[in-house]
Nanobody, 116 residues
Framework: QVQLVESGGGLVQPGGSLRLSCAAS????????MSWYRQAPGKERELVAR????????DYADSMKGRFTISRDNAKNTVYLQMNSLKLEDTAVYYC?????????WGQGTQVTVSS
């Protein structure tokens, strides 16, 4: 079955960086676009970034443009999210996502906390 496993979250100071990883299995990874979402306490889940199946095209939420970079390695079935210049408001649980056979599939999430 489809499995998405995120890693790389943690505690970081404002202005710091983190790289999240999402290891995918159970489907032909190179056939699917992938996305990162996040959900802060008391807020709805929101799109962070997405990438096409080949990695040729990416898209970002406005507040992440210029700070976050999504990438993928189809040989490793892994999608990444490089996060730089982190802000307090980036604190959230970050989720990997794929729309597989019309259904949204999610990982368990990884906590990112930005705090001084």
């Amino acid at each position: 079955q489809v499995q998405l496993v995120e890693s790389g979250g943690g505690l970081v100071q404002p202005g710091g960086s983190l790289r999240l990883s999402c290891a995918a299995s159970g489907f032909i990874f190179s056939n699917y676009g992938m996305s990162w979402y996040r959900q802060a306490p008391g807020k709805e889940r929101e799109l962070v970034a997405r990438i096409t199946n080949t990695g040729d095209d990416t898209d970002y939420a406005d507040s992440m443009k210029g700070r976050f970079t999504i990438s993928r390695d189809n040989a490793k079935n892994t999608v990444y999210l490089q996060m730089n210049s982190l802000k307090l408001e980036d604190t959230a649980v970050y989720y990997c996502n794929v729309k597989w056979r019309g259904l949204q599939r999610w990982g368990q999430g990884t906590q990112v906390t930005v705090s001084s």
